[in-house]
């Protein structure tokens, strides 16, 4: 058992307690107890004093890939079934190393994000908790040759259920599927639609069989629609959503939750460490980034909103936090983007009972923040002063 005291909690992202400022128990890998700090003794028991440090849950990233080592896509599709290996796990250590302490990797070549899930499962290596996917399910489509291995192409609602009982076999933790065009295919064009309705409901349809769900890699409203109505669970990116889109979304209960991809629109926007970006990809920018201001509208009208960043392992290296500057430019509020990040994608991926606040019961996953990013979001644009994953003490600052 160990107490981290004089911790600053957001009410927004802590429940069963009131206090603004209180002394957390951890016993094992769960949180025993809140009290208000300095309220109690609590002799014997390892202390941390977080000197009013603010105390967040650990951050979910529902989507990235581990195996992006650089945005240079042609250097990256050179690279051996070795390296992919080594980049994933330096990619799922620097993931932890920034608080996200719950990642989703979506799309891998040669099934690694499942073998490395599985490794830090067992204790083998260190790392969040990982819910993978295999490969990118996808129609046959312009530019899937950009990136070796990681397509599986489908082409009919038969192919579709047979790829899904493929992939569930394999520990696939959800599916990823294919909807419309995407920025990073060399020759994609992120608004097309490149599956079918008859497709999207075969989607949906095996998955449920399958007791998974899929996320569907979406950028423009058609294919947002179409995933909407088929009640696809998550629609990646949702660049291109519009009014009719958010109402459908909730005209049909708010099943469907959108995982917006910021950081790449507003990199590339702002032409930043883009010197081995093919120009073809950067062409296609200004388009999504002019449609991404929509998905404030959505998730102020009530649709659940995730976070991901969808950027590699380079870019997110060296810059920390870079999510939370580009959702501030597209208009979300501190508050609205800390929750995405937390309690939103905790219920998203059904880990709300466990995971995204801070509350006795849950899970000991728990980032510390060296100043206040409910006021400043700035804050978030350096590494955390501390992560636990599951009581586990994972990084410490000086």
């Not at 981290?4 to 992202?13: F, G, S």
Request: with cysteine; proline share 4%; net charge negative.
């Amino acid at each position: 058992m160990f107490v981290l005291t004089n911790a600053r909690l957001i009410p927004e992202l802590t429940e069963g307690f009131d206090g603004a400022m209180a002394d957390v128990v951890v016993n094992g890998s769960r949180i025993e107890a809140l009290f208000p700090a300095g309220s109690r003794a609590f002799a014997g028991a390892e202390t941390f004093d977080l000197a009013g440090k603010t105390l967040l849950p650990g951050m979910f990233d529902l989507h990235m890939h581990l195996y992006f080592s650089s945005s240079n896509f042609a250097a990256v599709a050179l690279r051996s079934h070795n390296d992919y290996l080594f980049d994933s796990i330096a990619y799922a250590h620097e993931m932890l190393e920034q608080g996200y302490t719950t990642i989703r990797d979506c799309g891998n070549v040669y099934y690694i994000g499942i073998a490395l899930r599985d490794a830090v499962n067992g204790g083998v290596l260190p790392g969040p908790r990982i819910l993978a996917s295999g490969m990118c399910l996808s129609p046959a489509a312009k530019g899937n040759d950009t990136f070796p291995n990681l397509y599986y192409e489908v082409n009919s609602p038969d192919e579709i259920l047979a790829a899904c009982r493929k992939e569930y076999a394999k520990g696939v933790d959800f599916i990823k599927y294919m909807g419309t065009g995407s920025v990073a295919n060399l020759t994609g064009v992120p608004g097309a639609l490149v599956s079918s309705r008859r497709e999207l409901f075969a989607l949906q349809e095996a998955v449920e069989a399958l007791g998974t769900y899929a996320a569907v890699h979406c950028h423009g409203v058609e294919g947002i629609r179409l995933c909407v109505e088929a009640g696809i669970r998550t629609v990646e990116h949702a660049s291109m959503i519009d009014g009719a889109a958010i109402d459908l979304i909730l005209q049909k209960g708010g099943k469907s939750a959108l995982v917006p991809t910021l950081t790449p629109v507003v990199q590339m926007h702002r032409g930043e460490d883009c010197g081995n970006m093919d120009p073809r990809v950067m062409a296609k920018i200004d388009e999504v980034y002019a449609c991404s201001q929509n998905l404030v509208q959505a998730a102020r009208a009530g649709v659940l909103t995730g976070w991901g960043t969808d950027v590699s392992m380079s870019f997110f290296k060296a810059h920390p936090g870079y999510e939370f500057g580009a959702r501030r430019e597209m208009g979300f509020t501190n508050l609205e983007m800390l929750r995405q990040a937390t309690i939103e994608s905790a219920r998203i991926v059904g880990l709300e009972n466990e995971l995204g606040s801070i509350k006795a019961g849950k899970l000991a996953d728990l980032v510390a923040i060296d100043g206040k990013p409910d006021e400043q979001i700035d804050v978030m644009f350096q590494k955390p002063f501390a992560v636990w994953k599951e009581g586990k003490l994972c990084k410490k600052g000086a």
